[in-house]
Every structure is written in C-alpha cells, then in structure tokens.
C-alpha cells in the first residue's frame, strides 16, 4: 500500500461549482497533513495545513481530515479558471516530529470557464 | 520575508558528472528538507537537515549527500550522474519539524 494516495483521475469542473478532492493515507501515527497546489512548470505552493480532526476553512478552500478513517480531502467553493492545477496531498510520515512528507501523485483540476 | 531561493534554476550535466544544488531557506527557518520531482514518481523525499544535522533521510542511493551550514542554507551534491537523475529538485523550509514546508522555485537538472 502506498504511504499516500490520490486516486481520482483529472477533475474537469465548471466555473462556480465545487471541487472536491480526496486522499488517503496509510501511516497511523501521522499528525500533519497538507494540501500544495502546482502549477504546470512551478513548484507547490501551500493551499491548507490541518492537524486536528474535523474541517478547516481557509477562504474558498475547506480542508477535512479523519485520522480514524485516514482520510483528508480538500473542497474548492467557487471554482476559478485560475484554481486549474494539480493538487498534491500530503503528509508527515515522520513520528518523531521531524519532516519528511510524503506525496500522492496528484490531482489535476480542471476549471471550465 | 523573503520566500525559499534556489540557484541554480536550470541545469544540463553529462552522465558521470556530479552537481551541486543550493538552497536559502526562509529567513528563521532552521529545517530544510530537498525533494526530488519526476513524471513517473513524483514527489520523493530526499533529506532533511536541522541545524546542521541530518535528522531524515529517503530512499535514495549513496550518490546523493547534501549538507546545511550555520546560517541554515544548504546543499545537495549529486555525483557520479546518470540520466534517471534528470529532474525537478526542490527545497522546502519550515521553522522546526511537522510544521508547514514552503517551497522553493526548484533546480531542474537534465542529464545528458
């Protein structure tokens, strides 16, 4: 098993609806989970971080984890042209606290106009 | 402040080569982690350094080493290249460990 995974293939969305994205991830002992964003050709850039059970809500963006079921997904409100990109999940498989984050393969977002 | 800076940006080696990547985390950041980027893997952790140690490391041959000095800048060093190494490298900082990580640009380094 994949220490994260995204399964869902591109997500094509028209302009105003919501985009909801899905990850699991394998590693219990877990505590911090991260949703990037990736612009094709760029680096990822921080969308949400979310350490405790339940929703958080940043913006457009509200990130949901579930550590009983290990699972963290991330919903679009509002979906823009410009929130086409790929979505990264990931999460700190380090239980001692230090960093080394592992990443599903991705997510790609497709807004209509 | 300043965001993550990596230099170089773009990189074309020979097989056999070796390279060295640099790294200037954000200013108070003391862990730095690289990452290597490909089509076919993805994202994959490298290493972490935190205040001149190497507290983390992935599952990457010997070839790859990497380094962090006083000031929290670091470096990785790649020798002895070979054509799977063609990459995306990327660096991250965060201000200790299982706290955000934030991104730089990346070096992308083709092999030839």
């Known amino acids: 098993q994949k220490e994260v995974e995204q399964n869902s293939g591109p997500l094509s969305v028209p302009e105003g609806a919501i985009a909801s994205l899905n990850c699991t991830y394998s590693?219990?002992?877990?505590?911090?989970f991260f949703w990037y964003r990736q612009y094709s050709g760029k680096s990822p850039e921080l969308i949400m971080s979310?350490?405790?059970?339940g929703d958080k809500e940043d913006g457009r963006f509200t990130a949901q984890l579930n550590k009983a079921s290990q699972y963290v997904s991330l919903l679009i409100r509002d979906s823009q042209p410009s929130d086409s990109a790929t979505y990264l999940c990931?999460?700190?498989?380090?239980?001692?606290?230090?960093?080394?984050?592992?990443f599903g393969k991705g997510n790609q977002v497709v807004v209509i106009p | 402040k300043a965001g993550v800076t990596q230099t170089p940006r773009y990189l074309i080696k020979t097989r056999g080569q070796q390279v060295t990547l640099s790294c200037s985390p954000i200013?108070?950041?003391?862990?730095v982690s690289w990452y290597q980027q490909t089509p076919g893997q993805g994202l994959q952790f490298l290493f972490e350094?935190?205040?001149?140690?190497?507290?983390n490391k992935g599952n990457f041959p010997g070839r790859f080493s990497g380094r962090q000095f006083s000031n929290s800048r670091s470096e990785m060093n790649v020798s002895t290249l070979e054509l799977g190494d063609s990459a995306l490298y990327l660096c991250?900082?965060?201000?200790?460990?299982?706290?955000?990580?934030?991104f730089g640009p990346g070096t992308r380094l083709l092999v030839l």
């Open positions: 979310i350490y405790s059970n």
């Open positions: 350094y935190f205040s001149e140690t190497q507290r």
């Open positions: 590693d219990r002992v877990s505590q911090s």
């Open positions: 990931a999460v700190n498989i380090d239980w001692r606290g230090n960093n080394r984050l592992a």
């Open positions: 200013s108070g950041h003391r862990s």
């Open positions: 991250a900082s965060s201000n200790n460990g299982g706290e955000t990580q934030y």
